[in-house]
C-alpha cells in the first residue's frame, strides 16, 4: 500500500503536468493542505519535502512553497565523436590569460564559475570562525595535524554519512582547496610523462594542472548526457592510460550526472583493469534538488577510486579547504603531501567544522540549490529568447556551469575578445581540450542571481553573436 505523502505527491504532479497548477502558483501552506485533503501535517510536510527534491516545487522564506519553473526544452549542441589519442599540452598561455580576464571583477561576471558574494553567508561563517578559534585559543594559532584538525576530519565524516556516504576518518585527507588534492592524487597514482583520460570538454584548470606536472591527456568524447565509457574501457584494456581525472556529478563544463549505473560500472571497470580513477567532485553538493548524488567512490570496492572535493564551490572559494579520501592509495597520497607542504590553515579548519557541526552549512546546502536552479533556469530562459537558432544549450543538472555552442562560423576566441571589450567575461570553448576542439563553443556563469545588467549582458552577447 502506497504512502499518503507519495498518493498526494503523485496527484499534484499530475496537476503541475497538466496546468491546473502554473509555474509560479503558490500553493496552499501545509495546515491549509492538511485540512483540504484531510491527511496530517506531517503527511504535508513529507510530500512537499518529497516534492521540493524532485525539482515540482521550491519553498521560500516566510512565504511558502511555489511551484517551480519547468526546464526549457532547448535545442542540444552536437558534440565530436572521435577516437582518444594521447596528446601533450600545448594551450597554457592561452588558459592563463582567459582565466586572468575571467576573474576581473570589474566586467559583468558570465566568466569564471564561482558563487557571487551575496550567496554566502558571511555573517554564519564569521560567527563561526570566532566561536572555532576562542574555543580553541592558542591550539588555532598551531599548526594542524598533516592529515587535518580531528574535528575538521569528523565533522566532514559525519556531514557525508548524512548523504549516505561512507567515509572514514583514516581515509580523509584535508587539503588546500580540490585542486591540490588532485595534485596529490595524481603525483600518487602516475609519473611525470604518463597519460590520464579525461572527458572532454574538460575543465581547463584541470588541464593547466597536468600539464604543469608534466603528463599527457587522452580525451574521452562526451555529450550532455555522459562520456563515452566504452571508448574509456578499451584504454584501460590496452593498457594505454595510467589512471583516469574524471567528475561523474555535475561536471564542468557540462553539467551532466552520469546515472548510478553508469557509475557503477565505472568503479567495476577501475577494479578490472586495477587503473586508478580520481574523482573530482567539487559540484557534487551543488545539484538542484535536496538529494546529493551519490560519488564515484560509493561504487568502489577495492578502493581504486580516489573522492576529492572542497567547500570552493558550494561556501567559499577563498577558504580553499578540501579533501582527499585516498582509498587504496593513501600511503602514497599521504607522502606525495608531506613532500609538498606542512599544514592547512588551521584557524579555517577549525570554523569550517563549526560551521557543519552547528547545522548551518547543511541549512545553506538547502537554499543554495534551489537559489542555483534558479539562476540557472533564468540564464537559460534569456539564452534562448536572444539566441534563438543561433545557439544550442546545455542546461545542467546540477552546478551552475552553462555550455552554449553557436553556429559552426562563430569563433569564441573572438568572441571572447569583443565581450571583453564590452566589459563582459565568458570562457571560450577552446580551453576546455588540448585538441583545438570546441572553438564554436562557450561556457557561462550561472553563480549570480538574475538581474537586469545580467540580462543586458546576455541581449550583447546575442548581438554579436549574429554579427561575427
Known amino acids: 500500500m502506497a504512502f499518503r505523502y507519495r498518493e498526494l505527491a503523485d496527484g499534484l504532479i499530475q496537476e503541475v503536468q497538466s496546468g491546473r497548477l502554473q509555474q509560479g ?40 512553497f511555489y511551484v517551480r519553473e519547468r526546464p526549457l526544452s532547448l535545442s542540444q549542441p552536437e558534440f565530436p565523436v572521435f577516437d582518444p589519442a594521447s596528446h601533450q599540452i600545448d594551450n597554457l598561455a592561452l588558459i592563463a590569460e582567459i582565466h586572468q580576464s575571467a576573474i576581473d571583477e570589474r566586467r559583468v561576471q558570465l566568466g569564471t564559475v564561482q558563487l557571487a558574494p551575496s550567496l554566502i553567508p558571511i555573517q554564519a561563517l564569521q560567527r563561526s570562525l570566532i566561536r572555532a578559534n576562542r574555543r580553541a585559543q592558542g591550539r588555532a594559532l598551531a599548526y594542524s595535524q598533516s592529515a587535518g584538525e580531528p574535528l575538521l576530519l569528523q565533522a566532514l565524516s559525519a556531514h557525508f554519512q ?16 580540490c585542486m591540490e588534492a588532485l595534485s596529490l592524487a595524481v603525483s600518487a597514482v602516475t609519473q611525470p610523462g604518463d597519460t590520464l583520460a579525461l572527458p572532454s570538454p574538460c575543465y581547463s584548470g584541470q588541464l593547466q594542472l597536468l600539464a604543469s606536472m608534466g603528463r ?34 555535475f561536471q564542468n563544463p557540462l553539467g551532466y550526472c552520469l546515472s548510478a549505473a553508469d557509475k557503477q560500472r565505472l568503479a567495476e571497470m577501475a577494479e578490472r583493469y586495477q587503473c586508478p580513477v580520481i574523482e573530482d567532485d567539487v559540484f557534487g553538493e551543488c545539484g538542484h534538488t535536496r538529494q546529493r548524488p551519490l560519488p564515484l567512490r560509493s561504487w568502489s570496492q577495492s578502493g581504486w577510486v580516489i573522492w576529492c572535493g572542497s567547500v570552493s564551490k558550494t561556501l567559499a572559494p577563498g577558504y580553499r579547504i578540501g579533501w582527499c579520501a585516498s582509498g587504496r592509495f593513501h600511503r602514497e597520497v599521504r607522502q606525495a603531501m608531506l613532500a609538498r607542504r606542512l599544514a592547512v590553515n588551521t584557524p579555517l579548519q577549525l570554523a569550517l567544522a563549526d560551521f557543519i557541526l552547528s547545522g548551518e552549512y547543511r541549512r545553506h546546502l538547502n537554499r543554495l540549490r ?81 538581474s537586469d545588467e545580467l540580462e543586458r549582458a546576455v541581449k550583447v552577447l546575442a548581438e554579436s553573436v549574429r554579427m561575427l
Open 25 to 64: 502558483q503558490r500553493l496552499p501552506s501545509i495546515r491549509v493542505m492538511s485540512r483540504q485533503r484531510g491527511v496530517s501535517i506531517t503527511t504535508v510536510k513529507r510530500c512537499y519535502e518529497l516534492l521540493e527534491a524532485q525539482g515540482y516545487l521550491m519553498s521560500r522564506a516566510q512565504s511558502g
Open 162 to 177: 548524512e548523504d549516505g556516504i561512507s567515509c572514514s576518518l583514516q581515509d580523509l585527507i584535508i587539503t588546500n582547496g
Open 216 to 249: 599527457r591527456v587522452a580525451e574521452i568524447p562526451s555529450t550532455s548526457s555522459g562520456f563515452d565509457l566504452d571508448r574509456l574501457e578499451q584504454l584501460m584494456a590496452d593498457k594505454s592510460i595510467s589512471a583516469c581525472l574524471v567528475s561523474t556529478s
Open 370 to 450: 534551489l537559489q542555483l536552479a534558479d539562476q540557472v533556469s533564468s540564464l537559460c530562459g534569456s539564452l534562448q529568447q536572444h539566441l534563438g537558432e543561433h545557439g544550442r544549450l546545455v542546461r545542467p543538472d546540477g552546478g551552475y556551469a552553462v555550455w552554449v555552442q553557436l553556429p559552426e562560423a562563430c569563433d569564441g576566441l573572438k568572441l571572447y575578445q569583443k565581450m571583453k571589450e564590452q566589459g563582459i567575461n565568458l570562457v571560450p570553448g577552446a580551453v576546455f581540450s588540448a585538441r583545438s576542439l570546441y572553438a564554436n563553443a562557450i561556457r557561462l556563469n550561472a553563480g549570480n542571481p538574475w
